[in-house]
């Protein structure tokens, strides 16, 4: 059984660019979720995708889109990137989409704006 | 919104000695998750329990509903467990606005 996968590992982007992160959710898992996790923070929600619709949204702006493809993979897309978006972007997938079920969490991806 | 503080922020402790870190939360739930996080960031699930006591290993989870306090017990600790260990909670109601997160305990055991 893979885990749950993620790229790139590291990114340095320059403000105002785009960038898009990739996860690959847990064999069977429909339901992948989003954090971001600033230095020396607990993780914030994003978002949560669920067969492929957005289920759920935290405090961030429009910019922070995303993508839920029928193999489960995911996407998250930051548009007009900004320096405080520089953290580690993890993503976790789950057997169901509510959230007292486990969690399987990706390696993260650590993106910094310049 | 939850509020969730965990204690203490940081935590040295010498190989084998028995570790504690504490959960609290501001809103009934069903589940809380104890979570691992090594340098480099990638996060582990270690428990979920929603009532009484998970042993796994030299881990041990404990819950209490009712007072709406989680602890988390290290055993026999070594320097391997030295990590961030995160309380999370999901919404209450079960929305889907994801887990909330505790800032996090950073643990150092020294050999």
């Known amino acids: 059984e893979t885990g749950v996968t993620q790229s790139p590992t590291h990114l340095i982007k320059t403000r105002g660019q785009q960038v898009t992160l990739r996860c690959s959710s847990q064999?069977?898992?429909?339901?992948v979720s989003w954090y971001q996790q600033a230095l020396g923070q607990g993780p914030q929600f994003i978002f949560q995708?669920?067969?492929?619709?957005?289920?759920g949204r935290g405090n961030f702006p429009p910019r922070f889109s995303g993508l839920q493809f029928p193999n489960y993979s995911s996407e998250l897309n930051v548009n007009a990137l900004e320096l405080d978006d520089s953290a580690l972007y993890l993503c976790?997938?789950?057997?169901?989409?509510?959230?007292?079920?486990?969690?399987?969490f990706g390696p993260g991806t650590r993106l910094t704006v310049l | 919104k939850n509020e969730v503080e965990q204690s203490p922020q940081n935590l040295t402790a010498q190989e084998g000695e028995f570790i504690t870190i504490n959960c609290s939360y501001s809103?009934?739930?069903?589940?809380l998750h104890w979570l691992q996080q090594h340098p480099g960031g990638g996060i582990v699930s270690l428990f979920m329990?929603?009532?009484g006591k998970k042993k796994h290993g030299r881990l041990i989870a404990t819950i209490n509903i009712q007072e709406k306090h989680s602890s988390l017990h290290i055993t026999a600790s070594h320097p391997r467990d030295s990590a961030v260990y995160i309380c999370?909670?999901?919404?209450?109601?079960?929305?889907?606005?994801?887990?909330?997160f505790g800032k996090g305990t950073h643990l150092i055991i020294q050999p």
């Open positions: 329990l929603s009532s």
């Open positions: 809103v009934g739930i069903s589940a």
């Open positions: 999370a909670v999901p919404p209450s109601g079960g929305g889907a606005d994801g887990l909330t």
């Open positions: 064999s069977g898992h429909n339901t």
């Open positions: 995708y669920y067969r492929e619709e957005e289920n």
């Open positions: 976790a997938s789950s057997l169901k989409r509510e959230l007292y079920n486990e969690q399987f």
